[in-house]
């Protein structure tokens, strides 16, 4: 606590003590305190954090613009795929006491009261000069700081992803404090990082990117090239605590999410509440949007009922599990081609709680889009949801699915472009990305190769906004292409409906490695 307030009072200057006034809108402070781990789940470091309790603070009075941006963890895995690709170098940074480093804005006038043990005599406040944790503009504060500072290094920020700031020979993926830097060799990483400090900003490197927000990123050499592996062993093993499988005879099983969907369950036995669903959902949804799309599926389903979970419901939770048991150690195994070329699966499941749930609620007719998204053959983008509107036929539910792949998959490829020009692939090279959408569906793969203007008589209905992607089809420049794909290889199936083992095997291993 000392070392902290040591090092926003006299390094970083983050505020001075002035007298306080009867019309001072004065904010109550706090201490926050945490153990930070490791990927693995072992202890790293205490730390002490010095807050203001910004749920007091009052709209235009102490704040007034609170937004800022993340990366999308898209940008990353697309990054490392292109970082394996071109063997570039990588560091971990992170930037010491982050939000302190911004200064308030000229309209901010901040006062906090002093922190609990560490008063000083009189009748003093805070007034802040620095974006001290706990406020609810800090965020929005040090995204700007930060970004000036990377901008006159040279690195912009992309127009399709503002955490991602892509110079002539490096590119650098911010989330917060943490950044991943990516160069073509170990002296250019070290001057941009010797530039920062001199800038006044206080980076600390952590070595190459062995890990990043909890990922475990492990770099192998195959015959067939290089690969990363990216694990979370440590979430995998407290989830399976987390759901009381911790015991030897708890036994795994091979798939994730039964044959049959999951229901309601209204009139269903009630939850034992042995574990806590809502927790196990939330460790769940971060495993399986990271390192684990093999579960994507199996997890949307429970998540749907986290408001009022039945016991049905937590058996869903426990055979997820049970899975991650058998498969603890396993991970997504990104092993990228030669060839420049993004891949598209998008696919559907009609109708699937039909006849699961009671006819008269409507959303037992809705549809379920599923789709993957491969970069130079590396999955890096996946989704499993319901569909908003109801589909009347499987051709509407497919074609609905292909139009929501779409909205993803053409930023994406322009994010792919610009990162590759970026990491020193020539022009022909990136322009020469091609993007095949696989599609199973002959009806849905007819009416989106269609001219934009035409329809077909079943087709009519159609909302407008699903049709917007037939002209980014026709259009040549783009580079797309539709193509048929037999059902037994549409990786999209994994994320729309619970598979038999032998087809769940067949598809995870085109799609995990393994």
């Known amino acids: 606590m000392e070392s902290e307030l040591t090092t926003l009072e006299s390094e970083l200057q983050a505020w001075e003590l002035v007298p306080h006034e009867p019309w001072m809108h004065v904010l109550p402070s706090t201490w926050a305190f945490c153990l930070k781990r490791f990927p693995s789940g072992l202890a790293k470091k205490f730390k002490a954090r010095f807050c203001i309790r910004g749920d007091r603070q009052v709209e235009g009075v102490d704040f007034f613009e609170t937004w800022a941006p993340v990366i999308q963890w898209t940008t990353v895995r697309s990054m490392m795929v292109l970082a394996t690709r071109m063997n570039l170098v990588s560091a971990q940074a992170d930037i010491t006491a982050a939000f302190v480093h911004a200064p308030l804005g000229p309209d901010e ?132 605590d987390a759901v009381g499988l911790c015991s030897s005879l708890s036994t795994p099983i091979g798939t994730p999410a039964e044959s049959s969907p999951l229901p309601k369950d209204a009139n269903g036995t009630s939850a034992l509440g042995a574990f806590n669903y809502a927790a196990a959902v939330g460790m769940l949804l971060y495993l399986s949007g990271h390192s684990r799309p093999d579960i994507a599926f199996a997890v949307h389903q429970c998540a749907r009922y986290t408001f009022h979970p039945t016991r049905r419901h937590e058996l869903a939770l426990v055979r997820i599990g049970r899975y991650l048991k058998g498969t603890m150690n396993k991970g997504l195994v990104m092993s990228p081609s030669l060839h420049p070329r993004v891949d598209c699966y998008p696919d559907a499941d ?165």
């Open 350 to 514: 009609f109708a699937g709680l039909y006849g699961h749930e009671d006819s008269c609620d409507p959303h037992c007719a809705r549809s379920r889009t599923g789709y993957v998204i491969l970069v130079f053959g590396c999955p890096v983008l996946w989704r499993s949801r319901l569909q908003t509107e109801i589909a009347l036929s499987t051709m509407e539910a497919e074609y609905v699915a292909l139009s929501t792949a779409c909205k993803d998959l053409l930023p994406l490829v322009a994010v792919i472009r610009e990162l590759s020009a970026a990491v020193g692939l020539d022009a022909s090279f990136t322009s020469n990305i091609h993007c095949k959408i696989h599609e199973d569906n002959v009806g849905a793969l007819t009416l989106a190769r269609l001219e934009p203007c035409r329809m077909t008589p079943c087709s009519k209905h159609y909302a407008i906004k699903y049709h917007w992607f037939r002209e980014k089809v026709a259009d040549p420049s783009q580079r797309i292409t539709l193509v048929k794909i037999d059902t037994k290889s549409q990786l999209g199936d994994l994320f729309t409906k619970g598979l038999p083992l032998a087809s769940f095997v067949h598809l995870r291993r085109l799609l995990m490695g393994w």
């Open 109 to 240: 006038h901040i006062y906090v009261r002093q922190p609990a043990g560490f008063q000083r005599d009189g009748d003093l406040v805070l007034k802040l000069k620095k974006s001290v944790y706990g406020l609810r503009q800090s965020p929005r504060n040090f995204f700007k700081y930060l970004s000036d500072h990377l901008g006159a290094q040279g690195l912009l920020p992309s127009e399709l992803d503002p955490c991602l700031f892509v110079g002539k020979s490096m590119v650098v993926v911010v989330y917060v404090d943490d950044l991943l830097i990516y160069a073509k060799t170990t002296s250019e990483i070290d001057s941009l990082i010797s530039r920062l400090r001199a800038a006044g900003i206080c980076i600390r490197r952590e070595g190459t990117a062995k890990g990043f927000l909890g990922v475990d990123i492990v770099r192998t050499t195959t015959s067939s090239g290089p690969q990363i592996t990216l694990l979370q062993v440590g979430l995998t093993k407290h989830i399976i």
